[in-house]
C-alpha cells in the first residue's frame, strides 16, 4: 500500500495560504483560484491519489479558513474536481493551452456553484466582477502546471 506523497499535500496547503492571503482590495478581485488550480493538476496527473475525497477535505478547510458556511466550497470543488477526474485521460493529450481553456469552464463552473449556494443562502445578487479569478486561473495554469510538474518529476511522485 502506497502512502500519499508530503509533495501534495505540501502543495495543497501553500495554496490554501495563497487562497487566504491579504491582498489589496484592487488585486484581490483578481485572485485566482490557486486551490482549483492545484487540485486540477494533481487530479489531472495523479488520479489515484488526489480525487474527491481530496477535494472533499481540501473544501472543509476552505470553509473553516474563510468563514463561509461548511460545505459551499466542500460542493464546487467535489463538482469541479469530479468533472476533471471522469475526463482526465483526454484533458492529459491536450496542449497545456487548450488545458488552460478547459481550467477556465472547470473555474467558471466552481464559481457558478459557488454563486448558486451563496445565492440560496444569502441572496447575494450577481455581478460581473465575480468572474475575473476565471480569466487569471486560465492564465496562470501554464506556470502552475510547469512548476508542478517539474517538481513531480524531480522527486519522482507516482
Do not use: E
Amino acid at each position: 500500500m502506497k502512502t500519499r506523497h508530503p509533495v501534495i499535500a505540501a502543495t495543497i496547503i501553500i495554496a490554501l495560504v495563497l487562497q487566504i492571503m491579504p491582498l489589496p482590495i484592487q488585486i484581490d478581485t483578481y485572485r485566482p483560484d490557486w486551490v482549483l488550480i492545484v487540485l486540477s493538476y494533481w487530479s489531472m496527473a495523479l488520479p489515484h491519489r488526489v480525487n474527491v475525497g481530496v477535494a472533499f477535505v481540501t473544501g472543509i478547510a476552505m470553509d473553516i479558513l474563510l468563514g463561509t458556511a461548511l460545505g459551499i466550497h466542500c460542493f464546487a470543488l467535489s463538482v469541479s474536481v469530479y468533472t476533471l477526474a471522469a475526463n482526465y485521460q483526454r484533458l492529459r493529450n491536450y496542449s497545456v493551452w487548450q488545458q488552460a481553456i478547459i481550467i477556465g469552464l472547470i473555474s467558471a463552473l466552481y464559481h457558478a456553484v459557488l454563486f448558486w449556494l451563496q445565492h440560496l443562502l444569502t441572496g447575494i445578487p450577481f455581478q460581473l466582477s465575480y468572474l475575473w479569478p476565471v480569466a487569471s486561473s486560465m492564465v496562470l495554469w501554464p506556470w502552475i502546471f510547469w512548476l508542478l510538474r517539474k517538481a513531480r518529476r524531480q522527486l519522482n511522485i507516482s
